[in-house]
């Protein structure tokens, strides 16, 4: 396999579908891009990508790394949300607050909540639980195998997991939960990966790749349009195959040196986890100031959509640089004495 890709580095054009896959969520949300639930699958193609990228690498800190990366601002909007449901339960609609339901959710817990439906508290926090397994999977995987083997011991294990859960159901409803063919697209995402290794990319121009990005994009609404929403290994195959060949894309593009230039798109790339995790609360507090609704068949309603977007944009760009940036430098940071001082003990 070649090294194309070299040692691990921000990628710009995957930053920018970091973005557009975050936006997308958001105007699926607030009711004018129907389709827009294909952010969810984009996100994990890109975590395939990405871990594949970092994990040979990054050897017994991957695991510490990713939990702190993921855990500061996600146990802040769970723990917020728990204590508004416990004081101001009128402010939520669905949420209930219970102290079983807080431990689950900070631990990454499926469970069906007393309305039926599957929690965690943070009302996105539900991918994490698939995310997190991932992350798992993939330590395990490095304490079992070579660091260079690792991804593919575990895109074998989340495949044979998650196509037997499509055949044998378990005793847990748990099991079944998270066997789902979401676990399918970080496989994906692992392909892209090899893929783009293993492909000279200088041989191919991006004029392909550009086509390429465009069509896959373009595959997703054309579905949904003609069909509606998509559910279950259909999703993977409509969805997750569109945004593995959508990275594989764009990734390759950027090792040709085409990239986005757009410092607006980068940042909102870098902020795309806030903007995930927050923007349904920050949606349902605009609700309930602005006198129009998110709706593009009129010229107000598009006007409100542009807003909504915008100021979900802003709260998750500054919870990003003034929260969420700040305590990853500082955890880091820990984490490389911490490791320091266990090998000069050594």
Known sequence: ?????????????????????ALAVVAFHIGVVPFGQCGVDIFFVISGFIMSHVAPTEGHDFLPKRLIRILPLYWLSTVGVYVIATFKANWLNTTTASVEYLVKSLLFIPYIKADGHWGPLSLNGWTLEYEMLFYLVIAVSLTLTRPRFATALAVAALSTYS???????SSNPVVDYLGQPFLLEFCLGVVSYWTVQSLHIQRISNWYWLTLACTSLAAMPVYF??????????????????????????????VAGWTV????????????????????????????????????SSLEGAATAVI????????????????????????????????????SRT
């Open 225 to 254: 349009m003609l069909y509606g929403a998509p559910s279950g290994l259909t999703r993977t195959a409509v969805y997750g195959l569109p945004a593995f060949a959508f990275i594989t894309s764009v990734v390759a593009m950027e």
């Open 163 to 169: 196509l037997t859960s499509m055949f044998i159901k």
């Open 308 to 343: 909504v977007v915008a100021v979900v944009c802003v709260v998750g760009d500054a919870c990003h640089f003034m929260f969420e940036k700040p305590i990853l430098v500082h955890l880091t940071g820990w984490l490389k004495q911490t490791r320091s001082r266990g090998v």
């Open 1 to 21: 396999m070649s090294t194309i890709l070299g040692q691990p580095k921000v990628y710009t054009n995957v930053q920018a579908a970091r973005a557009l896959a």
């Open 261 to 296: 230039r757009s410092r607006i798109v980068t940042r909102l790339g870098a902020a795309s986890y806030a903007i995930y995790l927050l923007h349904p609360y920050v949606v349902g507090v605009l609700k309930k100031v602005l006198t129009m609704q998110a709706d593009l």
